[in-house]
């Protein structure tokens, strides 16, 4: 299966700041499929990314996405209050379907 | 407005058998696939299983394969997951989310604890 890391582990940053999340896949992700989630806490995870970089329905466009083969990354541009989460990148590229271990973005 | 509502959960021993239903509205329940995905107490996602829309395919993760049963009843709108033999380490959050690679739509889970 593709394992999938991310890093950091932890990004300690202040409102208006710019975050920058990477994934890094132990093979590359087929057609680069490759999806980016945002799980508040006590919620559910949303899509936010797919295909490495399309935006998901309503997502602004302080989220982007890039990369391509076994190197992902999420950007967030400026990060709002709601922003302060996990992030979590997962591959359907290859089956079985994984997910990395996730980023927290904290408020420094 | 999309959404699917996850139930069944509970606290069951080890060993013992679980039914998690998700009741999906606001779409073409039979016009997709549909997945299950888990998250252990303070840990990272899990994908369990997932489901064509006419049955035909269906597909596991490792772990679960020969205990864990995906179903669907396009009739009804929903989705099910039949869990027999559970374990310790199943315990988590269950996540019922609209998709087969990414998932576009998700409920806020039920949990399942497995222990006696």
């Known amino acids: 299966e593709i394992v999938l890391t991310q890093s950091p582990g932890t990004l300690s940053l202040s409102p208006g700041e710019r975050a920058t999340l990477s994934c890094r896949a132990s093979?590359?992700?087929?057609?680069?499929?490759l999806a980016w989630y945002r799980q508040k806490p006590g919620q559910a995870p949303s899509l936010l990314i797919h295909?490495?970089?399309s935006r998901a329905a309503g997502i602004p466009d302080r989220f982007s996405g890039s990369g391509s083969g076994t190197d992902f990354t999420l950007t967030i541009s400026r990060l709002e209050p709601e922003d302060f989460a996990v992030y979590y990148c997962?591959?359907?590229?290859?089956?079985?379907?994984?997910f990395g271990g996730g980023t927290k973005v904290e408020i420094k | 407005e999309v959404q699917v509502v996850e139930s069944g959960g509970g606290l069951v021993q080890p060993g013992g058998s679980l039914r998690l239903s998700c009741a999906a509205s606001?779409?073409?329940?039979?016009?997709?696939?549909m997945s299950w995905v888990r998250q252990a107490p303070g840990k990272g996602l899990e994908w369990v299983a997932n489901?064509?829309?006419?049955?035909?395919?269906?597909y596991y993760v490792d772990s679960v394969r020969g205990r864990f049963t995906i179903s669907r009843d396009n009739a009804e709108n929903s989705l099910y997951l039949q869990m027999n033999s559970l374990r310790a380490e199943d315990t988590a959050m269950y996540y019922c989310?609209?998709?087969?690679?990414?998932?576009?739509?998700w409920g806020q889970g039920t949990l399942v604890t497995v222990s006696s």
């Open positions: 989310a609209r998709g087969r690679g990414w998932l576009d739509s």
């Open positions: 606001g779409f073409t329940f039979s016009s997709y696939w």
């Open positions: 489901i064509k829309q006419d049955e035909s395919e269906k």
């Open positions: 093979q590359s992700v087929s057609r680069n499929y």
């Open positions: 295909s490495a970089s």
């Open positions: 997962q591959q359907y590229g290859t089956s079985p379907l994984t």
